[in-house]
């Protein structure tokens, strides 16, 4: 049984935990040892992992020996508390540290600006409160007190506001702490449960509690699963933003929505960040808007534009409007290249010491693609939307059996949507925002948008998808793999991503390296993954699928398929760029292509081409 390949330090720091204990005879002491190393090794071996030094777990079960259990009794309880309550995202606990932190920066950023400022990272104090549920930092009397309405409340999350209690208790002292060296205040944060008194146990607790219902839903409910398993996490309740890379607190589109519309749980004033012209072609029915780039082009305007959304959102809320909310929530286009300038909005706030910030997670088009996916009115929910978008969004719904009846009051309220505003909101924008550089600017700045098409080609030869044509013109590729990174997972959860394909490209006749085809509603993406960082990868080429001249599929190597790419010029073809996959599902890839290509001709130029 005892066959770990840690046996020996496992054993080791069971005696070690013991002589601290106040057992009082050489025999309970033993008795003691032998039951927390049978658990602990029964545990690794039910579920095939090794024993882990300083993973919380000796300090559990140091918690439970003084209730005198018996083995098989003590077993469970320890099983329980760890598959239900202890956070497990992987060895270095990515998730749960970062999520701990983005809950102290959205209720005190100040606090939260100050650990960082002294380049602590929340790991560094806070893994053994969560991997040991406070354990290993309270006195046994208190920890009882802890743990008996931590396990009444059945919310595992409920630990992370009790650490952001702990740390609102020792505001005053962590502040007054400048001078302390990163060591030193870190020393002093780790040891902040400990001065927590059992009395004081049922206090903290309402405080977390109250914490916890002004924090956005989404938090629990996107985490869950990573954090504790066990809860299927519905689509429209998914984060886009990896916790890890998130600038504040990510808010699902469904709670915004649900907000904005049943006016339930947290309520958000939330800021349109995109140019001018996107907020007016579409936008919340509840935004605000302010442009994002003033912050670059016109600082002093920016701040004007800042104080007097402040005010707007304080008469709002004073006239209980639907349209206010003391959570300030940042939206952008949802792209990651155009919301650059949201992001630095969002920090200049933080830096500013405003709490309650978060961001729309996906932006605009996440809004877009939920409204679509749930069959919404979108007179609730959308104003000022564009009139082609909205054609083309009805197309694709009625083609869908199960929605044609909602789909078609859906479009017949979002027509009516697209001709006026709401009021309110219209007010309100006129009143308290203002764009100096709206009426004044000559040349307005050029945003792409995701409504952009390809550009619409003169001709097209018709057989685009042959088979057995040899791809003569193939010469070896230039190796552009030394550009920046970016996390790929996050890139296909886009809205507008339709497919992704892990495939080898062929950069020579007899050369293949590892690649990355991503298939959107109107480019391809060819991606290298990186050796060193498995999630991260290099954007090797993106070529618009109007620029798909051929795709030749070979009959004997159906897996080995090439893309040539090209423009028109008048009847004659211009071939700009060629690429070779070997991809295990190549037919799945082809046919993905071929349907959207067609999609937008038919849409865009009114007609199909043959296809052989």
Not at 51 to 79: D, K, M, Q, R
Not at 303 to 308: F, I, L, P, S
Not at 416 to 440: E, F, R
Request: with cysteine; proline share 5%.
């Amino acid at each position: 049984m005892f066959s770990l390949e840690s046996q020996s330090v496992l054993r080791e720091q069971c005696k070690k935990m013991i002589d601290k204990c106040d057992l009082e005879t050489e025999v309970e002491k033993l008795s003691a040892q032998s039951d927390i190393e049978s658990v602990i090794t029964a545990f690794c071996s039910t579920r095939k992992v090794d024993y882990v030094p300083h993973s919380g777990w000796l300090e559990i079960l140091e918690a439970l020996v003084h209730f005198e259990l018996p083995t098989s009794l003590l077993y469970e309880f320890f099983s329980v508390i760890l598959k239900k309550y202890v956070p497990k995202d992987g060895p270095k606990n990515e998730v749960i540290h970062h999520l701990f932190r983005l809950i102290v920066l959205y209720h005190d950023p100040e606090l939260c600006n100050f650990i960082d400022s002294k380049r602590v990272t929340f790991d560094k104090f806070s893994t053994t409160w969560f991997a040991s549920l406070l354990a290993a930092s309270c006195k046994v009397d208190t920890l009882n007190a802890v743990w008996d309405i931590y396990f009444q409340n059945d919310d595992p999350f409920l630990v992370m506001f009790l650490g952001l209690v702990l740390l609102e208790s020792q505001r005053d002292q962590i502040m007054e702490r400048k001078e302390d060296s990163k060591e030193e205040l870190c020393t002093f944060l780790k040891e902040i449960p400990a001065g927590m008194a059992p009395e004081d146990v049922v206090d903290f607790y309402e405080i977390a509690n109250s914490y916890l219902v002004t924090t956005p839903k989404s938090l629990r409910e996107a985490n869950w699963t990573t954090l504790f398993g066990s809860r299927p996490v519905s689509p429209t309740k998914r984060l886009h933003i990896p916790i890890p890379q998130a600038l504040c607190l990510p808010v699902t589109t469904d709670e915004i929505v649900t907000a904005a519309t049943r006016h339930s749980g947290c309520r958000f004033f939330v800021i349109d960040c995109r140019p001018p012209e996107q907020y007016n072609s579409g936008h919340l029915v509840t935004a605000f808007h302010l442009d994002a780039q003033l912050l670059i082009q016109d600082a002093p305007a920016f701040n004007a534009a800042v104080d007097r959304l402040l005010a707007s959102q304080k008469q709002a809320i004073e006239a209980n409007s639907v349209a206010g909310g003391e959570h300030l929530c940042f939206m952008g286009s949802g792209f990651e290249a155009e919301d650059q300038y949201v992001h630095m909005v969002v920090a200049r706030m933080l830096q500013r010491h405003h709490k309650y910030v978060s961001v729309a997670d996906g932006g605009y088009e996440a809004l877009l693609f939920y409204i679509e996916a749930n069959a919404l009115e979108a007179d609730r929910v959308l104003a000022g939307t564009d009139v082609k978008k909205a054609k083309g969004k009805q197309t694709e719904v009625v083609a869908k059996p199960t929605a044609v009846t909602a789909s078609s009051s859906f479009f017949g309220k979002l027509t009516s949507a697209m001709k006026t505003q709401l009021p309110i909101v219209k007010d309100k924008i006129a009143t308290y925002i203002s764009n100096p550089q709206a009426s004044t600017s000559s040349a307005p700045v050029r945003h792409v948008s995701a409504d952009d098409r390809p550009r619409k080609a003169q001709y097209r030869p018709q057989n685009v998808f042959v088979f057995d044509e040899e791809d003569e013109d193939y010469e070896d590729k230039l190796d552009l793999s030394d550009g920046d990174l970016q996390n790929w997972k996050e890139f296909i959860r886009r809205p507008d991503v339709l497919a992704h394909f892990e495939c080898r490209e062929y950069v020579s006749n007899d050369q293949a390296v590892p690649a990355l085809l991503v298939i959107s509603e109107t480019d391809i993406y060819n991606f290298r993954p990186s050796a060193d960082q498995p999630e991260m990868a290099t954007m090797i080429s993106q070529h618009s699928l109007m620029d798909v001249l051929k795709i030749v599929c070979r009959r004997k190597i159906p897996e080995l398929i090439t893309i040539k790419y090209g423009t028109m010029e008048g009847r004659d073809v211009v071939v700009t760029d060629i690429e070779r996959f070997y991809i295990a599902k190549s037919g799945d890839a082809i046919k993905a292509m071929k349907l959207q290509i067609l999609k937008i001709i038919s849409e865009n130029e009114g007609r199909q081409f043959e296809m052989e």
